[in-house]
């Protein structure tokens, strides 16, 4: 399978883009792992014809905007995200009427229908920079994710009106769990994704994206993590840190609840089929990709 994959990407200058958080296989056939932003950044940046989005569809949508020109195709169109989906663009149009002289910031994980009433898309890994370099005094709307607009707010002293959104996964894990842990393993440094609850990124050691936690653990001294966020991200870890440990914070011990479940849609086999066939290809409306571009070129620029 994978072979047929590598050469039907050679043959159709297709390029495989995958998130940390889809299956090992996956990972491994991808010409591109990366965060949010470095997804976005390499989707920017490509000259191939065709591009295999094996993550979900916001993402996508995102390498789409940026090419509107290209094809974009997604293995598999229900590859979703609790996140995006917990911010409809109707109900967020009606929200920000109430704040007129607010700015929009969204978080990427959006519908382009959000994005195109954004005035700027933020990532994990470029949040912090981003707000911190706009006026103190300026009002700022934060969508769709709850967790990590409070971090913002909690990091900066800002005041950022909240969306009331979240990630299943990260929402559901538990400052009791990760206490637990640290209880287990007293030597274990804490790592958090910013879309945990704030009572778990207060016992964090290191708060990041997926590819900032990743660096970390590559600088840091420390053999033993703990860590919160998507399952995907350990294989990763364990291939950049051979010798060095890591436990998952897991809101159970009899499932792995905190797979996104979206993410590992992503197979082998529906890559290939998805490039053979050159669909499921993400269509998007023209005035809505101009209108969706613009926050997330004001991103590029400022990150
Ligand atoms: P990162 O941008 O940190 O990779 O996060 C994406 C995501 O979906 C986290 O749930
Ligand atoms: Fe969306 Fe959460 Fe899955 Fe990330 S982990 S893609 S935020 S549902």
Same mark, same amino acid.
């Given at each position: 399978m994978k072979n047929r994959i590598l050469e039907l990407k050679k043959q159709k200058n297709a390029l495989i883009l995958a998130h940390y958080y889809t !299956?090992?296989?996956?990972?491994?056939?991808?010409?591109? $792992?990366? *965060?949010?932003? #470095?997804?976005?950044?390499? #989707?920017a940046s490509t000259n191939a014809d065709i591009i295999v989005f094996a993550g979900v569809h916001f993402m996508a949508e995102t390498a789409k905007i940026l090419n509107p020109t290209k094809k974009v195709i997604i293995p598999d169109l229900n590859a979703g995200c609790s996140l995006a989906d917990s911010c409809p663009a109707d109900q967020l149009a009606t929200f920000l009427q109430q704040y007129p002289d607010h700015l929009v +910031?969204?978080?990427?994980?959006?519908? @382009?229908?959000?994005?195109?009433?954004? *005035?700027?898309?933020?990532?994990s890994g470029n949040a912090l920079k981003i707000v911190q370099?706009?006026?103190?005094?300026?009002? !700022? $709307?934060?969508?769709p994710d709850r967790n990590?607009? @409070?971090?913002?707010?909690?990091?900066?002293?800002?005041e950022m009106v909240?969306?009331?959104? #979240?990630?299943?996964?990260?929402?559901?894990?538990?400052?009791? %769990?990760?206490?637990? +842990?640290? $209880?287990?393993?007293?030597?274990?440094?804490?790592?958090?994704?910013?879309?945990?609850?704030?009572t778990i990124l207060a016992l964090a050691d290191f708060v990041g994206s997926t590819a900032a936690m990743l660096q970390f653990t590559e600088t840091d001294l420390t053999m033993e993590y703990i860590v919160a966020t998507e399952t995907g991200i350990l294989y990763e870890m364990h291939k950049r840190n051979p010798d060095k440990i890591f436990h998952i914070v897991n809101s159970s011990?009899?499932?792995?609840?905190?797979?996104?479940?979206?993410?590992? +849609?992503?197979?082998?086999?529906?890559?290939?089929?998805?490039?053979?066939? %050159? %669909?499921?290809e993400l269509i998007l409306d023209q005035e809505l990709m101009e209108k969706a571009k613009l926050p997330i070129l004001k991103m590029l620029e400022m990150s």
């Open positions: !299956i090992p296989e996956v990972q491994d056939i991808a010409d591109f $792992v990366g *965060d949010s932003l #470095a997804l976005a950044k390499a #989707a +910031l969204s978080y990427i994980n959006c519908s @382009a229908e959000v994005k195109a009433l954004s *005035d700027i898309i933020v990532t370099s706009l006026p103190e005094d300026q009002k !700022i $709307v934060f969508t990590l607009g @409070a971090y913002i707010n909690s990091t900066l002293q800002r909240l969306w009331d959104g #979240a990630c299943h996964v990260h929402d559901q894990l538990t400052a009791d %769990e990760v206490f637990k +842990l640290k $209880v287990k393993y007293p030597n274990a440094k804490v790592l958090a994704h910013p879309e945990c609850k704030a011990e009899t499932c792995s609840c905190n797979d996104c479940e979206y993410m590992k +849609l992503n197979s082998l086999s529906k890559i290939y089929s998805a490039l053979k066939n %050159e %669909e499921p």
